[in-house]
């Protein structure tokens, strides 16, 4: 894809086992009023892969502009793993990088910089639980640049809860292309989204993504399955009235320890496969 890998607009359909690999932009888009539930995905990124947009695991808007009108984007994710672009040794966040390498399609995308595993703006009310995402310059963008995103956080109409950031630059920041953790405001330490997010139930943070103790048992190129002892098992949590429908599980993330729902239909070397 020259732009993002799903993207939903509006609508109330549900998705389960999705895989967004090697994409350009971002990888699960939701706007315009998308209230679907979404359980079990697998994004793992091309570190010589980024949109000049700023590619994100998540990027949510309610509309374009930010307009507060219904129905609201109120779709409900849960045991997501987002892998980001430094999960690989050597990754930097330049243009000297992100050069597209082998995979450079011309197809009139331009490059750009990786940002956040999660940017939820222009007054999304999106809620993710259960999840993991590491290895990104910045964990969440809670962006108030339009709309009323942040409010609505305050207002717990957006929820983030029992997620496990690792391996992140910075935790939060609250603009587009903001790349640096400032206090919000006087007094504060951090950004109101790195604020925001350590004081949602279960969320935790983890300063390497080798804490998270994952492996990589089909040759993705990063680690997405938990080994034992990996802090993600026996993590998860329902308590929330958003996930009555979804699949019980006790881990964090999109797999258990033995979970092989990738085997059978995926492929992570389609460029030197003979179809």
Same mark, same amino acid.
């Given at each position: 894809?020259?732009?993002?890998?799903?993207?939903?607009?509006?609508?109330?359909?549900?998705?389960?086992?999705?895989?967004?690999?090697?994409?350009?932009?971002?990888?699960?888009?939701? $706007?315009?009023?998308?209230?679907?539930?979404?359980?079990?995905?697998?994004?793992?990124?091309?570190?010589?892969?980024?949109?000049?947009?700023?590619?994100?695991?998540?990027?949510?808007?309610?509309?374009?502009?930010?307009?507060?009108?219904?129905?609201?984007?109120?779709?409900?994710? !849960?045991?997501?793993?987002?892998?980001?672009?430094?999960?690989?040794?050597?990754?930097?966040?330049?243009?000297?990088?992100?050069?597209?390498?082998?995979?450079?399609?011309?197809?009139?995308?331009?490059?750009?910089?990786?940002?956040?595993?999660?940017?939820?703006?222009? !007054?999304?009310?999106?809620?993710?639980?259960?999840?993991?995402?590491?290895?990104?310059?910045?964990?969440?963008?809670?962006?108030?640049?339009?709309?009323?995103?942040?409010?609505?956080?305050?207002?717990?109409?957006?929820?983030?809860?029992?997620?496990?950031?690792?391996?992140?630059?910075?935790?939060?920041?609250?603009?587009?292309?903001?790349?640096?953790?400032?206090?919000?405001?006087?007094?504060?330490?951090?950004?109101?989204?790195?604020?925001?997010?350590?004081?949602?139930?279960?969320?935790?943070?983890?300063?390497?993504?080798?804490?998270?103790?994952?492996?990589?048992?089909?040759?993705?190129?990063?680690?997405?399955?938990?080994?034992?002892?990996?802090?993600?098992?026996?993590?998860?949590?329902?308590? $929330?009235?958003?996930?009555?429908?979804?699949?019980?599980?006790?881990?964090?993330?999109?797999?258990?320890?033995? $979970?092989?729902?990738? $085997?059978?239909?995926?492929?992570?070397?389609?460029?030197?496969?003979?179809?």
């Amino acid at each position: 894809s020259n732009d993002d890998s799903f993207e939903w607009f509006g609508g109330t359909v549900n998705a389960k086992y999705l895989v967004a690999y090697s994409g350009w932009d971002d990888d699960f888009d939701t $706007d315009n009023g998308f209230s679907g539930n979404v359980q079990y995905g697998l994004v793992v990124r091309n570190p010589r892969l980024a949109d000049t947009s700023q590619s994100n695991g998540f990027e949510s808007d309610n509309c374009a502009d930010g307009a507060e009108v219904s129905p609201f984007t109120t779709a409900t994710f !849960s045991n997501i793993t987002f892998v980001g672009p430094k999960a690989y040794d050597g990754f930097q966040n330049t243009s000297d990088y992100i050069n597209g390498g082998e995979y450079y399609p011309n197809n009139g995308s331009a490059l750009g910089k990786f940002q956040a595993a999660m940017q939820i703006r222009r !007054s999304s009310h999106l809620a993710c639980f259960n999840s993991i995402a590491y290895g990104f310059p910045i964990g969440l963008i809670i962006d108030g640049e339009k709309g009323n995103t942040v409010q609505y956080a305050k207002e717990g109409k957006l929820k983030l809860s029992n997620i496990f950031f690792a391996g992140m630059d910075a935790i939060g920041t609250d603009k587009n292309k903001q790349y640096e953790d400032t206090p919000y405001e006087e007094g504060k330490k951090y950004s109101f989204s790195h604020e925001y997010f350590i004081n949602q139930k279960g969320n935790k943070t983890f300063e390497n993504s080798a804490d998270l103790l994952l492996k990589d048992a089909r040759n993705v190129g990063a680690g997405y399955l938990p080994q034992a002892g990996s802090p993600v098992l026996n993590a998860a949590a329902w308590d $929330d009235a958003a996930l009555s429908s979804f699949e019980k599980v006790d881990y964090v993330g999109a797999f258990g320890s033995d $979970d092989q729902w990738l $085997d059978g239909w995926t492929n992570f070397d389609p460029n030197n496969t003979d179809y």
